[in-house]
């Protein structure tokens, strides 16, 4: 059966925070298949520190060029309005219908899970995937799984590289140097398109 990687976020703009975590889990995981999926953002954001969403799903797609299993899925960005997880999922079983899904979290997101709009429902659709950055950090996701799901939510270790897209846009924005903080190319395309000035 093939195992697919689910990965979503705003990514405005992608950046090495998420390419370290997805590698990490790419390299534990083994998944078939890993595809990213921006989430759509209300229109009057995206004119002013918000990428459009052809902009962000086109800075994806260069960022994970040399990761082989990854693509980028433009399925949040037709919907106008917010996406929930689960209407995501249910979208992706239609089109994958026998495939695994694992749907990847970063850092504390599993804490707060159980208020996710039908997280027993997600957890139905998909396999979880937590990441922790430290030892106590590890031991607090796992008690948690444990009392939520512990068949259904993994969770496993990860190097931290502790970075926002916040302070990305915040760094541009004072003309500061990012060169570290991206891709190459992602930070070529934002330069050529005159983003997050
Ligand atoms: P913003 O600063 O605009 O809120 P962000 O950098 O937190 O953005 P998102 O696009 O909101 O990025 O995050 C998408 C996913 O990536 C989330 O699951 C988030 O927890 C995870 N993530 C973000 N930054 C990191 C990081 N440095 N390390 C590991 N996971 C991260």
Redesign the pocket.
Known sequence: MKKIGL??????P?????L??LRQVQAQMQFDELLLI??HLPPHKEASDLASGKDRLQMLALAVEDIPEAGVCDIELHKSGKSYTIETLRKLRRLFPTAEFYF??????LLTFDEWKQWRDILKLAYLVA?S?DEGEYERLCEKAQKLDRERILVLK?Q??????????RKLKAGEDVAELLPPKVLRYIEQKGLYR
Not at 160 to 166: D, R, Y
């Open positions: 990965f979503g976020g705003t990514f405005n992608v950046h090495n925070g998420h370290n975590l921006p989430s990847i979290v970063g850092t504390d997101m990441s950055r990860t931290p590289f502790p970075l926002s897209s916040t302070e990305i846009r």
